[in-house]
């Protein structure tokens, strides 16, 4: 995948910078530590600039973001509810649950947005729920840039200063990605665990 991701970017500038980072918005699996670094390092030996990667990946990931948001307005909590009213015994999951999970990302939601952005993984699907609690789209478009910018301005700024060695730096990102999904994980087990044996004692 890495080979494939380099030549496009290779082959189409600009343009192939931003296609990928929005690919990699909306199908997670594809690393935009990848297309980060390498696009810093392609200012090295290209007539790509820094701020010329940093605004098209920007954009990609933007665009790549508004679609998943677009995607959690149509999954929305009135949806959610409708689903819980009908299998809700089997998830052992009330209506309750999901507004106060909805009333929760209303307040915190914009800071969530923001720092999830540099989350691997997370910063892709956090669109979704954003987009399910109705965030304002004009709050959501400010927050996912900006969260979005620090994310792509470290990446190709480490990719120009390591030139050829970029791909160390993707090494490095990997292990940082490993330990966010372990805490992903730790998380969502801590909280499910803590989440049915609250059920339990109120059944």
Do not use: Q
Request: hydrophobic residues 55%.
């Amino acid at each position: 995948m890495e080979n494939w991701i380099t030549d496009i970017m290779e082959k189409f500038g600009y343009v192939g910078i931003m296609l990928m980072i929005a690919v990699e918005n909306v199908f997670p699996p594809i690393p935009s530590e990848v297309i980060l670094t390498f696009g810093g390092f392609m200012t090295t030996y290209s007539k790509l600039t820094v701020p010329g990667v940093i605004i098209a990946a920007t954009i990609g990931s933007v665009v790549g973001a508004v679609i998943l948001y677009g995607i959690g307005r149509l999954l929305d909590v009135e949806r959610l509810e409708k689903i819980v009213d009908r299998w809700g015994h089997i998830l052992r999951v009330k209506k309750e649950d999901i507004r106060k999970a909805d009333a929760w990302f209303d307040k915190y939601g914009y800071w969530t947005v923001l720092f999830c952005r540099m989350i691997p993984l997370i910063r892709s699907l956090i669109s979704i729920p954003a987009g399910m609690s109705n965030m304002k789209f004009g709050m959501f478009l400010l927050f996912t840039t900006i969260g979005t910018l620090i994310w792509n301005i470290i990446l190709v700024a480490v990719g120009a200063a390591v030139g050829d060695s970029w791909e160390n730096i993707v090494a490095f990102m990997d292990v940082y990605s490993n330990i966010a999904y372990a805490v992903i994980a730790v998380a969502v087990i801590a909280f499910l665990f803590i989440f049915f044996r609250k059920r339990r004692k109120s059944a």
